[in-house]
């Protein structure tokens, strides 16, 4: 099974070019099988990694952001991928 991770952030205005630097610097603990991340407007960013897991099997997340960085929670969702 395919399990997707998903990772949201919304930086505090004016600082997403810094939130989307700290994003793509962070290591996880293991390696995915893939790993994108993708910024909008409102200074959001948006990361997504997939792992041959089952759904709930514990997987390595990106950290919470320092609150002087985002402007909210972070929010965290989890997928499975089914087929075409």
């Known amino acids: 099974m395919t399990v997707a991770l998903m990772w949201e952030a919304r930086a505090v205005e004016g600082r997403g070019d810094e939130l989307l630097a700290w994003a793509r610097a962070q290591e996880l603990a293991a390696q995915p099988l893939r790993r994108e991340t993708l910024r909008a407007p409102q ?3 948006l990361v ?10 514990e997987l390595p997340e990106l950290p919470e952001p320092g609150e002087k960085l985002v402007a909210r929670a972070v929010h965290r969702w989890r997928f499975e991928v089914v087929g075409a």
Do not use: G, K, L, P
């Not at 990694?49 to 099997?57: G, I, L, M, R, S």
């Open 43 to 45: 200074d959001r960013v």
């Open 48 to 57: 997504i990694t997939w792992w041959d897991a089952e759904f709930d099997a």
